[in-house]
């Protein structure tokens, strides 16, 4: 059974950090591509990063670089995302997903081809 986990949203205010989780079961999660994307009340899914399984490069949306981190831990089959200097702009429902091709500069192509993906955790950014 493949399943992917998020975990670690919440409520932080503008400038604060947070580090969302994704702990995959059923398929080795370095394996493959792996992103997170969120989508916010009336609008349109977005990715907003990707890593890739062979040489772990790594790619951002532009809203977001400099900022957050994706990252791998082999041995929990986890993925995180370290998310800094949070902005209200970055509110939304953040999801794990497994892509069906490899990362590439175009995460807004790569957001409409997804394969597995999680329940979602929720990030709010208020003041």
């Known amino acids: 059974q493949v399943q992917l986990v998020e975990s670690g949203g919440g409520l932080v205010q503008p400038g604060e950090s947070l580090r969302l989780s994704c702990t995959a079961s059923?398929?080795?999660?370095?394996?493959?591509?792996m992103g997170w994307f969120r989508q916010a009340p009336g609008k349109e899914r977005e990715g907003v990063s990707c890593i890739n399984s062979s040489d772990g490069m790594t790619y951002y949306g532009d809203s977001v670089k400099g900022r957050f981190t994706i990252s791998r831990d082999v041995a929990k089959n986890t993925m995180y995302l370290q998310m800094n200097s949070l902005k209200p702009e970055d509110a939304a429902v953040y999801y794990c997903?497994?892509?069906?091709?490899?990362?590439?500069?175009?995460?807004?192509?790569?957001?409409?081809?997804?394969?597995?993906w999680g329940q979602g955790t929720l990030v709010t950014v208020s003041s």
């Open positions: 997903a497994r892509p069906t091709r490899n990362c590439s500069p175009d995460l807004s192509a790569l957001s409409r081809d997804l394969e597995v």
């Open positions: 059923g398929f080795p999660l370095d394996y493959y591509p």
